[in-house]
């Protein structure tokens, strides 16, 4: 699938609210003159009512073989992790790694063999196809190693990150205990909220002392329900796997280029490493099989596509070979398999589970042993989640650090305690954070130091500037303003009326994202409560 960039994105929704303000509103103001907040209340709950008999009449998408999941546009920021915040970064805003959409299901080649990008997506489809959308030209990383520091090898715009893919919708099963502080669980707080997903309720680190890969503290943010990830770094980018399908040979990924970039970039994720019988990685319990990412400039919209496309089963995986289907044995390396790697977990556990092992970690892979892995072969029903950045232009001596600057599913700055909007709750619990913290540095001044900044971080540090004050508790944005026009009233409410009908039959990322509050791709009360409560009347400040 592809969208239009961001520019002409943000202009089709304000298209569509034009349209539909004429036919709501047909008078010039927003709202009738001389009604009260009360009355206007009054009316939002008329509507209300009248759109939950809209979602009475199974106005539900059909199931698809895929699911799009689409993210703000213009959205993307650069959070610093480098320890003292000084290492030097670029300030192109063209370097930052936007992301626009991901797109997952299953797929069908139409020559295995020849081109696994070439195809469609069908329920039938025995191959996943992970596709990212990215704004601009976005090229393969190269090595962010301090030793061979080379990030910019293939190109001046570099994507580093990871797409974790929760398999069988489990929180509890996968997850990282060593490398936490380079997934989203480990630094979604970073954008200034918390997720409001039950899936990431106490799954994600407040501030950094969460992060003790320890599965006995809470919050268990090591328990991320990652079961496979698309690992995006430079160390498993090697010139040998390089196909330039479109180009001009000179290793460097320009405007309108195809590449086929091969290597070791699908991982299943390595907290179960420990406890599986996998065989033939570098490590044992690695599974680690080789994949092709396709990345593909546009030119005329200016985006890039990021693709991966990865046998389910094995038959599938013999028909990319041209080989004879082989019975599952825990290699990678030769036909490799989501199912393969799922069937190993099974396996595992059982024997785990008749061990009587005492090691708390082996929680979180435990409840696979009850589990039928075949079950889980339909992509578009995976959760997912990405975290996406840049590196720096100079090395640190510490180690690889990253500037993050997109993630999914998106916060809203200053929503700290994830309920989907920042309000009066959230800035309270600011306020109070600094009135319990503010002696920490032995001054009472009216603001609390983030430790170790910027490695170090807290959710409450809302602009991440280093510091937690007043500044924390005034808020950038506020669910509810669909036209945006800096309030919420009833031309928000009315729209909102009209997308749930047009966004549960036909969905679509340039006209649904912004009335989509949950980022689950359905409109429904969870989305239209938050406007009712930020309801403030034109040309009045929204209440967030």
């Known amino acids: 699938m592809r969208i239009l960039p961001p520019s002409s994105q943000t202009h089709g929704f304000r298209q569509f609210a034009d349209k539909l303000r004429l036919d709501i509103f047909p008078r010039t103001s927003k709202a009738q003159p001389g009604r009260s907040i009360g ?64 797109t997952i299901g299953n797929w069908s080649p139409t020559d ?50 990871f ?36 899936a990431y309720q106490d799954r994600v680190a407040i501030d950094d002392s969460d ?14 329900g990652d079961d496979f990830h698309l690992s995006l770094l430079g160390n498993y980018v090697q010139v040998s796997g390089l196909d330039e399908i479109v180009g001009n040979g000179d290793l460097i990924f320009d405007a309108g280029e195809s590449w086929n970039v091969c290597g070791p970039f699908l991982h299943r994720a390595h907290g179960y490493e420990p406890y599986s019988f996998a065989d033939g990685g570098f490590f044992p319990g690695e599974y680690m099989p080789d994949v092709c990412l396709r990345f593909d400039h ?3 919209a200016n985006i890039t596509s990021l693709s991966v496309v990865f046998p389910l089963d094995n038959a599938a995986s013999a028909l990319m070979r041209g080989e004879l289907v082989e019975p599952i044995d825990q290699d990678p390396t030769n036909q490799a398999s989501i199912l393969e790697g799922l069937d190993d977990l099974v396996l595992s556990a ?38 996406l950045g840049m590196s720096y232009l100079k090395p640190h001596a510490l180690g690889e650090f990253f ?27 600011v306020l109070a954070y600094i009135k319990d913290h503010d002696l920490d540095d032995g001054l009472l001044d009216g603001l609390v130091v983030v430790l170790n900044a910027f490695a170090g971080f807290t959710v409450f540090d809302v602009n991440q500037d280093g ?23 009833l031309f928000d409410m009315s729209l909102a009326q009209v997308l749930l009908s047009y966004c549960n039959t036909t969905f679509t990322c340039d006209v649904c994202t912004k009335v989509d509050i949950n980022d689950d791709r359905h409109i429904d009360l969870s989305d239209v409560a938050p406007l009712l409560l930020g309801l403030s009347g034109p040309s009045a400040p929204a209440d967030p």
């Open 39 to 102: 009355h206007k209340i009054k009316h939002a709950i008329l509507l209300l009512s009248l759109t939950m008999g809209l979602l009475a009449t199974g106005n539900v998408r059909a199931t698809e073989p895929f699911s799009t999941y689409c993210d703000l546009p213009q959205d993307s920021v650069a959070l610093r992790t480098d320890p003292g915040g000084l290492t030097l970064m670029s300030d192109d805003i063209n370097s930052r790694v936007e992301l626009l959409e991901i």
């Open 112 to 161: 295995a063999m020849l081109d696994l990008f070439a195809g469609e997506y069908i329920s039938s489809g025995s191959f996943l196809r992970l596709e990212l959308i990215l704004d601009g030209l976005v090229n393969p990383p190269g090595s962010v190693d301090p030793i061979d520091f080379d990030p910019f090898a293939f190109g001046n715009f570099p994507i580093y990150g």
């Open 163 to 198: 797409v974790e893919l929760d398999v069988d919708d489990d929180i509890d099963t996968g997850g990282e205990l060593d490398a936490v502080s380079y997934r989203y669980a480990g630094n979604i707080a970073r954008f200034g909220g918390l997720p409001g997903s039950r």
């Open 211 to 224: 992060i003790d890969t320890s599965f006995l503290s809470e919050p268990q943010v090591e328990r991320s």
């Open 298 to 300: 546009n030119a005329v």
């Open 350 to 387: 059982e024997y785990l589970d008749t061990s009587g092992t005492g090691d708390p970690s082996k929680a979180i892979i435990l409840d696979w042993k009850d589990k039928d892995p075949s079950r889980f072969l339909e992509a578009s029903r995976w959760r997912v989640n990405a975290l």
């Open 403 to 429: 500037v993050w600057t997109d993630a999914y599913p998106n916060v809203f700055p200053g929503d700290v305690n994830g309920e989907y909007r920042s309000n009066a709750d959230d800035r309270d619990e």
């Open 467 to 489: 510091q937690v004050d007043a500044l924390d508790a005034v808020f950038p944005d506020y669910a509810g303003d669909l036209d945006l026009d800096d309030d919420v009233d």
